[in-house]
């Protein structure tokens, strides 16, 4: 997959000028050895700063070193009680996301020359973080270990890849939101907030494009592409040419048009007039595009291709948009899924949408027409449409979205797909998240959220979490757990 960042994270240590200098920085070294250890072969090499900080001077310095080393991520290790104003300007000066950790004392044994404060450091760290309004990310616990810090770099990587590609992320949308879809509308002010760019286009240049693409010699090697992707279920072939040219008419409009940045996202339309225009339903182009890194949305959800972006990084893996859609009936519950997992029916749902789920997270796939859009128009110009039921496994379900009122918000919540047939049609698959039903109503339809939700394939509910405790996301949904009351639920049977 491309069009994502690529971390390059630096470790700078700290030290107050009172305490010794060599404390902090074998600290450090120990952190970086015990990183490279247990990580560097998985996630990549840290840059080792040679300029331990004392003051403004070290602090630029030190920044200099950073940014020739190419850095675009950074950790700053108290490794004592380290010096508030210079430790928080690096991060101010730095730009970009940065985490603060600390030192646990090392023994009994050394509690006089070689005790650090740290633990009582990170206090003004923070205070000081909040004075001058910089974000930066602290971890549940920050003071640990050599090992307990290389852990807490680990989880912060995930992190830090996510908010520099939201910093260098273009949105290109086509067309208004479908008019009987205004709950995929929202305002745009907050994707500036995050750092994220917006181009929004007529469907009708979109077409134009199309247009001069007929003929493209790219296309046959498309083609053939698509044809050895979907195999047996290649059940539409005349369709794969019209679909291959709408493939490279996006690719070359995001070549085009992310101008500055480094990263894209697309929020298409594909109804009402699409498909008769066209001649083609958009859904199996937009999962080939996703596979790629380039995550699709349908229905010019812009919130929505902004999760599908946030977990592709994170992830590092093909993620989906579905709608949070239909209950599962209660005699297929019974007859597949009571007894065999660990669910009630409440807990239970099916996640569909007509066909834009990448071939890889399908357990089987068919190219076929869009059911729900043959009821009112010609089979003919409805087809392009991946089915198959989704690959059982664990899930993480999210969205980061913005309120009418330009507020964000957000929720993340665990579950998995299971290996439960669907008999049903589209790219599908049934759903269970422990206390569904409660989420359900408490957080999804109490919180106005759309029927779209982002879908990563594993489980990211904790690196979601604290990626947008650190964008400044204050009100954070989550499925809690049984004996756990809502804000709104009812206490009373």
């Given at each position: 997959m491309n069009n994502m960042p690529v971390l390059k994270l630096g470790i700078v240590s700290v030290s107050r000028d009172c305490f010794p200098m060599t404390l902090s920085e074998s600290r450090r070294q120990r952190v970086v050895a015990a990183y490279r250890e247990r990580y560097a072969a998985d996630m990549g090499d840290i840059y080792e700063c040679p300029t331990c900080i004392e003051n403004e001077i070290h602090m630029r310095k030190a920044l200099a070193q950073l940014k020739e080393a190419g850095c675009n991520a950074l950790v700053v290790y108290l490794g004592n009680f380290g010096p508030e104003s210079p430790e928080t300007l690096l991060a101010k000066e730095f730009g970009g996301p940065a985490m603060f950790i600390a030192a646990a004392e090392e023994s009994g044994n050394n509690l006089v020359q070689g005790r650090g404060d740290a633990y009582c450091g990170m206090l003004n760290a923070s205070y000081n973080l909040k004075l001058r309004n910089i974000r930066a990310y602290i971890p549940e616990y920050p003071v640990g270990t050599a090992e307990e810090c290389a852990d807490m770099i680990a989880q912060f990587m995930p992190v830090a890849r996510a908010v520099v590609g939201l910093n260098s992320l273009k949105i290109i949308s086509f067309g208004p939101r479908p008019q009987d879809f205004i709950a995929c509308n929202a305002p745009i002010k907050q994707l500036y907030n995050l750092g994220v760019e917006i181009e929004e286009n007529s469907e009708l240049d979109l077409f134009e494009s199309y247009n001069r693409h007929a003929g493209d010699p790219r296309i046959p090697a498309v083609v053939k592409e698509m044809e050895e992707e979907l195999g047996t279920g290649n059940k539409k072939p005349k369709i794969l040419p019209k679909l291959a040219q709408y493939e490279?008419?996006?690719?070359?409009?995001?070549?085009?048009?992310?101008?500055?940045r480094d990263y894209v996202a697309i929020a298409g339309k594909c109804w009402p007039a699409f498909q008769t225009q066209f001649g083609f339903v958009p859904c199996y182009v937009n999962s080939r595009l996703t596979a790629k890194g380039i995550p699709v949305s349908c229905e010019v959800d812009i919130y929505g291709a902004l999760s599908e972006f946030i977990g592709t990084v994170i992830s590092q893996d093909t993620v989906t948009l579905l709608d949070i859609n239909n209950s599962v009936p209660r005699d297929l519950f019974e007859e597949d899924i009571k007894g065999r997992y660990p669910?009630?029916?409440?807990d239970t749902f099916m996640g569909f949408h007509c066909g834009n789920t990448a071939a890889g997270k399908l357990s089987f796939c068919e190219m076929k027409y869009q059911m729900i859009m043959a009821r009112s128009l010609p089979e003919e110009c409805t087809q392009g449409t991946l089915e198959g039921d989704i690959v059982p496994g664990n899930v993480t379900v999210f969205r980061l979205q913005s309120?009418?009122?330009?507020?964000?918000?957000?929720?993340?919540a665990e579950g998995e797909v299971l290996p439960v047939a669907t008999r049903s049609f589209g790219a599908i698959g049934i759903f269970a998240i422990p206390q569904m039903g409660r989420f359900y109503r408490h957080v999804l339809i109490e919180k106005n959220y759309p029927h779209h939700a982002a879908v990563a394939f594993g489980r990211f509910g904790k690196t979601l979490f604290e990626l947008f405790k650190y964008l400044g996301v204050e009100d954070i949904g989550f499925n809690q757990p049984a004996g756990m009351l809502y804000k709104t639920e009812n206490p009373f049977e």
């Open positions: 490279i008419t996006l690719l070359d409009w995001v070549e085009a048009h992310k101008g500055s669910y009630e029916l409440k309120t009418a009122d330009a507020q964000l918000k957000a929720y993340v």
